[in-house]
């Protein structure tokens, strides 16, 4: 059996215990990975390690955290709401948003239309 199999073996493990278990999956592929790269291929442990996609655990992790603060906090459902009615509050000249209606509407672009008419009903709600 190929290491290639072998791999693939191991994602399936992981993806099989993650349905039915609250171990955190990533922390399975991880161990399994240095077990089947390490103990099985022979490969060195900073080959297996180097392999890991640090910047994109690191997004991850940090945009979970941010999420995770404004379910508890609501600091970011303020913020939208701020900027929201701050754009409404520069939207307001009614006569600005008219050109950009009309423009939009004789335009050859039907998704611009409904795009900018959305965001017109939206804003003087």
Request: proline share 2%; with cysteine; net charge positive.
């Amino acid at each position: 059996m190929t290491l290639a199999w072998l791999s693939l073996g191991a994602l399936v493990v992981a993806m099989i215990v993650s349905c039915f278990s609250t171990l955190n999956v990533g922390v399975l592929a991880l161990a399994l990975a240095w077990i089947v790269g390490v103990f099985i291929g022979g490969m060195r442990v900073e080959d297996v390690i180097g392999t890991f996609p640090v910047s994109l655990f690191l997004m991850l992790t940090g945009v979970t955290l941010l999420f995770s603060q404004d379910f508890y906090t609501g600091w970011f459902v303020l913020l939208m709401s701020t900027l929201l009615l701050l754009g409404a509050a520069i939207v307001v000249d009614k006569r600005w948003l008219g050109e950009q209606l009309a423009r939009a509407w004789h335009a050859d672009r039907p998704r611009i239309r409904m795009q900018i008419a959305v965001a017109a009903l939206q804003t003087f709600r």
